[in-house]
């Protein structure tokens, strides 16, 4: 069944990447994100008490509740980090560093939760790295000043946090309903984001969202609250190695509609790219 709800991650993570590209077309970036949260927070409730998993709340141990936490914290660690190197950096060399979440996710699977580390596994990480890399290369362009090398360890550690809010989550929905750790964890989430959204100082723009934008919005964080639970159903019985890759795949999904929608259409580059990425999840499910 982990599978199963792997895959429904992706499938609702690619629904959240176009729904989101709608909403925010008018609207702040950061300030969309702290909105959708809100979003996905009240669904993240509503489907712990569909399914009675509030009668867990009693008996939530310090452990459990901290690893919650700290996965919290690091999701709105690994975004301040990322918009810090998008703002100093260019976005052609902060994205792929910040895409190896994936391969870090797959190196810190092995060594803390003892997951295991097979010639496999390095030959997927060797597709997804190279293939995500291809994916997202754009041409040289002239872009903001980046001399001073600060965007370099933003987007690293952006890439670490990633990494360590799926290994931090795993071990923190490990005895407890993981509706409900959904629900909590995104409690930390939506304070980290509203915090990224003062700090930026652009809370004065939700005054200004269209209706438009606003439909897109909601039904966007549907759709991460939707991915989210099914993501963290697959952690708690699933290997974190091989449920992030599949999650991964939400990229098929996002390419698929924003073709449809956007018109946008793939390189033979980053068409070979994808390729690979596919390929390597495939292998870590023989």
Not at 49 to 63: C, E, M, P
Not at 185 to 208: D, E, K, N, S, Y
Not at 251 to 265: D, G, P, W
Request: positive net charge; contains cysteine; glycine residues 8%.
């Amino acid at each position: 069944m982990w599978i199963a709800f792997a895959f429904g991650s992706a499938l609702f993570a690619g629904l959240t990447a176009i729904l989101a590209k709608c909403g925010i077309q008018n609207t702040d970036s950061n300030v969309a994100t702290a909105l959708r949260t809100i979003i996905v927070l009240i669904f993240s409730w509503i489907m712990v008490f569909i399914v009675g998993a509030q009668s867990g709340l009693s008996s939530l141990t310090g452990r459990v509740l901290l690893f919650l936490v700290l996965s919290g914290l690091a999701t709105g660690a690994s975004w301040l980090c990322y918009f810090k190197a998008l703002q100093i950096g260019d976005i052609n060399k902060v994205t792929p560093i910040d895409k190896s979440s994936t391969i870090l996710t797959m190196l810190f699977a092995s060594v803390f939760l003892r997951e295991g580390f097979t010639v496999i596994k390095v030959a997927a990480m060797l597709l997804i790295g190279v293939g995500t890399y291809l994916m997202i290369q754009k041409k040289p362009t002239q872009t903001k000043e980046t001399g001073n090398g600060k965007w370099f360890f933003y987007a690293v550690g952006a890439a670490v946090f990633a990494s360590l809010t799926s290994i931090l989550g795993k071990v923190g929905i490990q005895d407890i309903n993981s509706n409900l750790g959904t629900a909590i964890r995104t409690i930390v989430v939506l304070v980290m984001a509203w915090i990224v959204v003062f700090v930026t100082g652009r809370q004065h723009t939700i005054r200004t969202i269209d209706r438009r934008s606003w439909v897109f919005l909601i039904l966007s964080g549907i759709a991460t609250g939707a991915s989210w639970l099914c993501y963290y159903r697959a952690l708690q019985t699933g290997p974190a190695s091989i449920v992030v890759p599949i999650d991964k795949l939400s990229i098929l999904i996002t390419i698929a509609f924003s073709y449809v929608v956007f018109h946008e259409k793939l390189t033979a580059k980053a068409a070979g790219g994808l390729l690979m990425i596919v390929a390597g999840t495939l292998v870590l499910l023989l």
